[in-house]
């Protein structure tokens, strides 16, 4: 028997989807900036020679890498107030972890883009006076930054789509707002295909500008 089609239902429902895509949004914008911030300093620490910077962040990078990230999630939710006594919020805890994911990701984009540049430029700018970290600053980063630019894309790409993962803790991003307005309407298949096409047309111009620069 042939399904009929019913998006408007869809329609009638829209503002469902702006208001998860708002939650998704939120929660992008929180991780990126949490990952990029801590990404830098351990990227950094990573490609130190001290010893004890670099094996900290070595640990922290190849922890987050290799664990799930739900498990992640799951973790700072429901077992770290246990472990310390502080109890976040849903959207703080996905927010939270997706961050501290991103950062391992993040890290290593920095430390290769840091390792990309010659490091005979940061011994010119020390024999000119210059500090590690306004060598950093003034130099290496501003050329680094334009070799790190596809692969932030893409990873920023990929957080957009961890955000469903917020789900299982009941934040309502796309995801959840689609699985409750289908207990409601019992279109799942108008539902789910909405919800593809609104990810691909949100993660597509991202990947695109990515391969054009």
């Not at 408007?8 to 208001?19: E, G, L, P, S, T």
């Not at 990309?116 to 010119?124: C, F, L, M």
Request: contains cysteine.
């Amino acid at each position: 028997m042939a399904y009929t089609w019913r998006f408007d239902v869809i329609w009638d429902y829209r503002d469902v989807f702006v208001r998860g895509a708002l939650v998704t949004a939120e929660l992008t914008v929180g991780a990126l900036g949490l990952g990029l911030v801590l990404g830098l300093v351990i990227g950094m620490a990573k490609g130190s020679r001290l010893r004890m910077l670099r094996v900290p962040a070595t640990v922290f990078v190849e922890f987050f890498r290799s664990t799930p990230t739900l498990v992640q999630l799951v973790w700072i939710y429901y077992s770290m107030p246990i472990l310390t006594g502080i109890q976040l919020g849903s959207t703080a805890s996905v927010i939270v972890g997706l961050g501290l994911n991103a950062a391992a990701y993040f890290a290593e984009v920095f430390r290769a883009g840091i390792a990309s540049i010659d490091r005979g430029q940061v011994e010119a700018a020390k024999s000119i006076g210059m500090r590690y970290g306004q060598a950093m600053r003034r130099i290496i980063l501003p050329q680094a930054i334009r070799r790190m630019i596809p692969p932030f894309m893409n990873e920023i790409a990929n957080l957009i789509k961890l955000t469903t993962l917020a789900s299982v803790l009941a934040v309502y991003e796309l995801l959840h707002e689609s699985q409750n307005l289908i207990t409601n309407t019992f279109r799942p298949l108008e539902v789910y295909t909405t919800l593809a096409v609104t990810f691909a047309a949100i993660i597509f111009p991202i990947i695109y500008c990515s391969r054009r620069i």
